[in-house]
């Protein structure tokens, strides 16, 4: 995972193992993946790349059997 797109993958991996067990795999969980996404870019050019490794991170911790990959 590229430090420079995701400078605190620790801290979204909690924010989303704490979403996933308040909502399961329903849509609060998914608006919380969104979050994460607009605060990893901040707007920028790199948000595809950013949805990968987010999506990636969601399919290591069980949540998705096989993460989508933009």
Request: glycine share 8%; hydrophobic share 50%.
């Given at each position: 995972?590229?430090?420079?797109?995701?400078p605190h993958?620790?801290d979204?991996?909690?924010?989303?193992?704490?979403?996933?067990r308040?909502?399961?795999?329903?849509?609060?969980?998914?608006?919380?993946?969104?979050?994460?996404?607009d605060?990893?870019t901040?707007?920028?050019?790199?948000?595809?790349?950013?949805?990968?490794?987010?999506?990636?991170l969601?399919?290591?911790m069980?949540?998705?059997k096989?993460?989508q990959?933009?």
């Amino acid at each position: 995972m590229s430090q420079a797109v995701f400078p605190h993958a620790a801290d979204s991996r909690m924010v989303l193992a704490a979403n996933f067990r308040k909502y399961g795999n329903g849509p609060d969980f998914w608006d919380a993946y969104q979050r994460l996404l607009d605060a990893a870019t901040g707007g920028r050019e790199v948000k595809a790349q950013a949805a990968n490794e987010l999506a990636l991170l969601a399919q290591e911790m069980g949540i998705l059997k096989a993460a989508q990959l933009l």
